[in-house]
């Protein structure tokens, strides 16, 4: 894991409201926030909560080094008291959180913080970026992998990510998502999610003609030669020579191709003319992969016309979710404790999206015992218990007319322990675990949801109790 510290990476109001809640003797005051996000990217049906592993990394190794502190002294805003509470400050609240790869909609908690108000506060704009960032690429690359309908997606976008960390941990990302394999070797090396590539063109370029660069490369990999076919004229010559290649330096081997790639041009065509071409040369195993700014529209529409494509390379699209780059994650609170008591809280805006949903909570996802498929999510305070054997009233929030009636359904709570009282609680899982969890919760959706323009509107709603307990703190602030 990369051990850089990270502790100033924070909004400086972080800190002012820190010193300000030290010198009010506040610091020791439990607050609870919630992190959500409040509409879905690509106007799809849903999202995948991911960053979780980055933010347990981060909190464990949270401190304030002399330095630090030395840097914020010379600001001249901070009290020294405060300075002097810095030199051993950790986290020391509780924390829950979905599992990475989560299914997820707006407006629901994918991490609820309690600590002490100063750690709580101070925790936050790290946790946005993470989550803000993962999530955004694992969402971005769950489309690409459903569009792609079974055939791999390899993620190629760490040179055009923005910056080192967002390349690694975006590939990440994109693997939980269902990418196959990254083109960024330091994911590999931390994460074990496979490190793919083959060629550029600057390979074919260093010699004399494209058929010795193929030669070249075949007797370097036999086992495993995709060349890329685009540098001069993909069928002319690129083809062609591939064939060559593989007649003169792999047939006599005993070894055959692993594929080529198409990086340009008319990829749909291409890949029809390639694909003939290859399978009359008797190579009808040579996989054809292909790359050059593709996203899941573009990868769907090729494939409804008949591509001959086995797999996509996806860089600046994926890396960057070009389409939708903003998740829009917040932080905000919802309760306090005064006196051993949950005292809610909530934001009010004349802006009605903005308008927070009050106190600690779980969330619950319900789940049709035939189908196995989710059907709702309900918000309920944190004492709230569901009984699956009495029929449950769901309110969609946009039509409060409109409402499901779930029978025959099991529960599950979202939210998992992951720190308690600063210790982690939680057993992280492993890459592999994380991506086979992501992909048995994308299948609990039905397809309306998972449609890439006008998806179905899942239900998420707040409990009765919830819901009155709004409305209360609503009418208070009226009057």
């Not at 707006?106 to 803000?132: G, M, R, Y």
């Not at 690429?137 to 960390?165: C, L, P, Q, W, Y």
């Not at 989710?374 to 409109?402: G, M």
Request: proline residues 4%; contains cysteine.
């Amino acid at each position: 894991m990369n051990k850089t510290n990270y502790t100033l990476l924070c909004d400086f109001y972080e800190l002012t409201m820190g010193n300000g809640y030290f010198m009010e003797k506040m610091g020791k005051n439990i607050a609870y926030f919630d992190v959500f996000f409040r509409s879905v990217p690509d106007n799809g049906g849903f999202a995948i909560a991911c960053g979780l592993n980055s933010i347990i990394d981060y909190i464990q190794n949270l401190q304030f080094t002399d330095d630090d502190i030395e840097f914020l002294r010379q600001k001249n805003v901070f009290d020294e008291g405060f300075l002097n509470y810095l030199k051993n400050f950790k986290f020391t609240g509780d924390m829950w959180a979905v599992p990475e790869g989560t299914v997820v909609f707006p407006n629901e908690p994918i991490i609820t913080v309690k600590a002490p108000v100063i750690e709580a506060q101070f925790i936050e704009t790290f946790l946005l970026l993470c989550i803000n960032h993962q999530s955004m690429v694992a969402t971005k690359a769950n489309r690409i992998v459903r569009a792609a309908d079974g055939r791999a997606v390899m993620e190629f976008g760490s040179r055009r990510s923005h910056g080192a960390t967002a390349a690694i941990e975006g590939a990440r990302a994109a693997g939980i998502a269902g990418c196959a394999g990254t083109a960024c070797t330091q994911t590999d090396k931390l994460y074990g999610m496979k490190a793919l590539g083959t060629m550029a063109h600057s390979w074919i370029l260093m010699f004399d003609s494209e058929l010795e660069a193929f030669e070249a490369y075949c007797r370097c990999y036999p086992d495993n030669a995709v060349l890329l076919v685009d540098t001069y004229n993909t069928l002319k010559s690129g083809v062609p020579n591939a064939i060559k290649a593989f007649d003169n330096i792999l047939k006599p081997l005993g070894k055959r191709p692993a594929g080529i790639r198409l990086d340009s041009g008319d990829i749909t065509y291409l890949s029809k003319k390639a694909r003939k071409m290859l399978d009359d040369a008797g190579y009808p195993d040579c996989k054809i992969t292909a790359s050059n700014s593709l996203d899941e529209y573009l990868i769907r529409d090729m494939l409804l016309q008949g591509a001959k494509v086995d797999s996509f390379g996806v860089g600046e699209r994926l890396i960057t979710a070009k389409s939708s780059p903003v998740f829009g994650g917040v932080y905000k609170l919802c309760a306090v404790e005064k006196n051993g008591e949950i005292v809610p809280k909530i934001k009010v805006s004349e802006n009605v999206g903005k308008i927070t949903n009050p106190d600690f909570k779980k969330v619950y996802r319900f789940y049709d015992k035939q189908t196995n498929k989710a059907v709702a999510d309900l918000l309920c305070k944190y004492d709230e218990q569901i009984d699956e054997n009495s029929p449950l009233k769901i309110f969609d929030p946009d039509y409060t007319w409109k409402r499901t009636i779930l029978t025959n359904f099991h529960a599950r709570v979202l939210l998992e322990k992951i720190f308690e009282g600063g210790k982690l609680v939680y057993t992280q899982p492993s890459f592999e675990q994380s991506t086979a969890y992501c992909k048995t919760e994308v299948e609990s959706l039905w397809d309306e949801v998972k449609r890439f323009e006008n998806p179905h509107k899942y239900y998420v709603d707040l409990s009765e109790k919830l819901w009155n307990e709004k409305q209360k703190l609503l009418m208070a602030v009226k009057n």
